[in-house]
């Protein structure tokens, strides 16, 4: 049975960083891509970043890019996503996501591809 269990989430002021993990259990051979997804009050989820397998790809989305890095430590089967450069509008429950190898590009970040899920990390950014 696969889990994801995201930590790492907190409360920090704007311009400050925070460094979320998700440590992945159970079958991880069948995991094409990880990525990073978040939802503010009142929006819709969103893709944050993705990793491919091994790490040889990432993508994000374009109003974290730059701030963001997703990485990934294949020897802890955790994935890592360094939160830099932090803005109110960061403000989200965090979830990591894990998905196979039929579908779309890594770089398509669509949750409906996902089929794994972590149960989110809160992060709050004061200005």
């Known amino acids: 049975q696969v889990q994801l269990v995201e930590a790492g989430g907190g409360s920090v002021q704007a311009g400050g960083s925070l460094r979320l993990s998700c440590a992945a259990s159970g079958d991880t051979s069948r995991f094409a891509c990880m990525a990073w997804f978040r939802q503010a009050p009142g929006k819709a989820r969103e893709g944050v970043a993705a990793?491919?397998?091994?790490?040889?790809?990432?993508a994000y989305a374009d109003s974290v890019k730059g701030r963001f890095t997703i990485s990934q430590d294949s020897s802890k089967n955790t994935v890592y996503l360094q939160l830099d450069s932090l803005k109110s509008e960061d403000t989200a429950m965090y979830y990591c996501a894990a998905r196979g190898y039929s579908g779309s590009s890594c770089s398509k970040l669509w949750e409906y591809e996902y089929t794994y899920w972590g149960q989110g990390t809160q992060v709050t950014v004061s200005s």
């Open positions: 990793v491919s397998a091994g790490g040889h790809y990432t």
